[in-house]
């Protein structure tokens, strides 16, 4: 197939990587993807967000699958541009897209499908937003409605200080107070052709820059797959993606697509696994980054397969989709600065001899090639991935290879999958 990659981080390098492992030759290209995709793709220079350049580069390139990695191009339309034209696409429509791009939005469909969520409040005032605090109680949860790249969430005991997060949003629109959910978090995808989902395995991500948790949230500092704590609360991991299928993913599904607006993509559940059971803090209509580095790399199953059929409707045919027994686990390697100001123009070294030790690939982010050189141009600059038969071998050559990596003032978490080992 002739398949086109839309984004340029880590998740469409291991989108890529994972057409590239499949045992059928694909010529893939990628829009605008950054130094490590240029070694496994054709780049194009073309806006990706532009629904009319993506549409008739698609047609002219007689590309047969389109993947939409960021959700930048799911809320300008593009997926719309293309389904019009009739080119498959694997990712929603700008209407359906909403279930991320609006918390309001996705709160009315979980409402209306019946999902377990965290109760909330939708305040429009400050007089609203104490009302609501008093409410819930602390821990405080204050959600800006729409997307703000991983800055519109605070959790705080600080009641002062949620109100002070509101206020900053309530300018823009209304803001979400939320109650507080305690337990682990798991990230689990699901493809959907808009009638029938398919689940992959579960992640985790670690969301806060600093290790054990510290520090600011970020778009995410390293993950691992899969969740053997899950089998110890439900018995096994198949029982658990089973339970959240059936309660969270197919409702949803069969709601949007009974409300006109069927979702084709990746709908990617974020969860909350509480004493009273899972429940949702948030859907994205995307591939999660940076979980899909950990979860791709154990599929068995051809992905293009997948989603091909997702684009095309005819996912009830495809089986669900295998997972290795192998583990993995990606350290995210970010600037200087990162999240608040990161330091571009770096250099960034060793990096043959990180992907040298067993096991280990990289998977670029914010990489560009400058004669001849690799250098870093923003905050998370690559995550290095590695596969082991345990968490310990994984981790051991997860760190291993992040050791060999040189880039002035880079930050890592060294504690990733820690907790399984
Ligand atoms: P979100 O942008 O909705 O994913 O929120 C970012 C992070 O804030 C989540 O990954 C959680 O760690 C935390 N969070 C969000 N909502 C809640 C909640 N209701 N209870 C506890 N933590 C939450
Ligand atoms: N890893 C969190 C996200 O992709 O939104």
Same mark, same amino acid.
């Given at each position: 197939? /002739?398949?086109?990659?839309?984004?340029?981080?880590?998740?469409? =390098?291991?989108?890529?990587?994972?057409?590239?492992?499949? $045992?059928?030759?694909?010529?893939?290209?990628?829009?605008?993807?950054? $130094?490590?995709? +240029?070694?496994?793709?054709?780049?194009?220079?073309?806006?990706?967000?532009?629904?009319?350049?993506?549409?008739?580069?698609?047609?002219?390139?007689?590309?047969?699958?389109?993947?939409?990695?960021?959700?930048?191009?799911?809320?300008?339309?593009?997926?719309?541009?293309? %389904?019009?034209?009739?080119?498959?696409?694997?990712?929603?429509?700008?209407?359906? &897209?909403?279930?991320?791009?609006?918390?309001?939005?996705?709160?009315?469909?979980?409402?209306?499908?019946?999902?377990?969520?965290?109760?909330?409040? =939708?305040?429009?005032?400050?007089?609203?937003?104490?009302?609501? #605090?008093?409410?819930?109680?602390?821990?405080?949860?204050?959600?800006?409605?729409? !997307?703000?790249?991983?800055? @519109?969430?605070?959790?705080?005991?600080?009641?002062?200080?949620?109100?002070? =997060?509101?206020?900053?949003? #309530?300018?823009?629109?209304?803001?979400?107070?939320?109650?507080?959910?305690?337990?682990?978090?798991?990230?689990?995808?699901?493809?959907?052709?808009?009638?029938?989902?398919?689940?992959?395995?579960?992640? *985790?991500?670690?969301?806060? !820059?600093?290790?054990?948790?510290? +520090?600011?949230?970020?778009? +995410?500092?390293?993950?691992?797959?899969?969740?053997?704590?899950?089998?110890?609360?439900?018995?096994?991991?198949? $029982?658990?993606?089973?339970?959240?299928?059936?309660?969270?993913?197919?409702?949803?599904?069969?709601?949007?697509? &009974?409300? +006109?607006?069927?979702?084709? @993509?990746?709908?990617? $559940?974020?969860?909350?696994?509480?004493? *009273?059971?899972?429940?949702?803090?948030?859907?994205?209509?995307?591939?999660?980054?940076?979980?899909? *580095?950990?979860? #791709?790399?154990?599929?068995?199953?051809? !992905?293009?397969?997948?989603?091909?059929?997702?684009?095309?409707?005819? #996912?009830?045919?495809?089986?669900?989709? %295998?997972?290795?027994?192998?583990?993995?686990?990606?350290?995210?390697?970010?600037?200087?600065?990162?999240?608040?100001?990161?330091?571009?123009? /770096?250099?960034?070294?060793?990096?043959?001899?990180?992907?040298?030790?067993?096991?280990?690939?990289?998977? =670029?982010?914010?990489?560009?090639?400058?004669?001849?050189?690799?250098?870093?141009?923003?905050?998370?600059?690559?995550?290095?991935? &590695?596969?082991?038969?345990?968490? %310990?071998?994984?981790?051991?050559?997860?760190?291993?290879?992040? @050791?060999?990596?040189?880039?002035?003032?880079? *930050?890592?978490?060294?504690?990733?999958?820690? %907790?399984?080992?």
């Amino acid at each position: 197939m /002739r398949i086109l990659v839309l984004g340029s981080g880590a998740r469409e =390098h291991a989108i890529i990587l994972a057409l590239r492992d499949e $045992a059928a030759h694909h010529e893939v290209f990628a829009a605008p993807g950054n $130094a490590g995709i +240029g070694r496994d793709a054709t780049l194009l220079e073309i806006d990706p967000d532009d629904p009319v350049a993506v549409a008739d580069y698609a047609i002219s390139g007689s590309i047969d699958l389109v993947i939409i990695g960021p959700e930048a191009p799911l809320v300008a339309g593009v997926a719309d541009a293309l %389904r019009e034209r009739a080119i498959p696409v694997f990712g929603p429509g700008k209407a359906a &897209a909403q279930l991320e791009g609006s918390k309001a939005f996705a709160k009315r469909v979980m409402d209306a499908a019946g999902v377990p969520t965290g109760r909330a409040v =939708h305040a429009h005032s400050r007089a609203e937003v104490e009302a609501a #605090l008093d409410e819930l109680g602390a821990p405080h949860v204050v959600k800006a409605d729409g !997307l703000a790249a991983g800055k @519109g969430v605070i959790v705080t005991t600080d009641r002062d200080a949620a109100l002070a =997060h509101a206020e900053t949003y #309530l300018p823009t629109g209304p803001v979400l107070v939320e109650e507080f959910l305690a337990g682990p978090e798991v990230s689990l995808f699901f493809l959907s052709d808009g009638d029938t989902v398919r689940p992959l395995s579960p992640a *985790q991500d670690y969301k806060r !820059l600093g290790d054990g948790d510290a +520090g600011p949230n970020t778009g +995410g500092m390293g993950a691992y797959s899969p969740l053997p704590w899950l089998d110890e609360r439900f018995g096994s991991e198949t $029982a658990f993606v089973d339970l959240v299928t059936r309660e969270v993913a197919e409702p949803v599904i069969r709601q949007l697509d &009974a409300e +006109g607006t069927p979702f084709i @993509g990746l709908l990617y $559940a974020g969860l909350i696994v509480t004493e *009273q059971g899972v429940k949702v803090i948030e859907f994205n209509a995307r591939f999660g980054d940076p979980e899909t *580095q950990v979860v #791709l790399p154990r599929l068995v199953d051809p !992905l293009s397969e997948l989603l091909l059929a997702a684009a095309t409707g005819t #996912l009830e045919d495809a089986p669900r989709p %295998r997972f290795a027994d192998t583990v993995a686990v990606t350290v995210v390697l970010a600037s200087e600065g990162y999240p608040q100001a990161p330091i571009a123009g /770096r250099p960034l070294g060793g990096l043959d001899a990180a992907a040298a030790v067993e096991g280990v690939h990289l998977a =670029h982010a914010a990489t560009a090639e400058r004669d001849g050189a690799i250098e870093a141009t923003g905050g998370r600059v690559l995550n290095v991935v &590695a596969r082991g038969s345990s968490f %310990r071998e994984a981790r051991e050559r997860a760190y291993r290879a992040v @050791g060999e990596i040189t880039l002035e003032g880079g *930050q890592h978490r060294t504690d990733i999958a820690d %907790r399984v080992v």
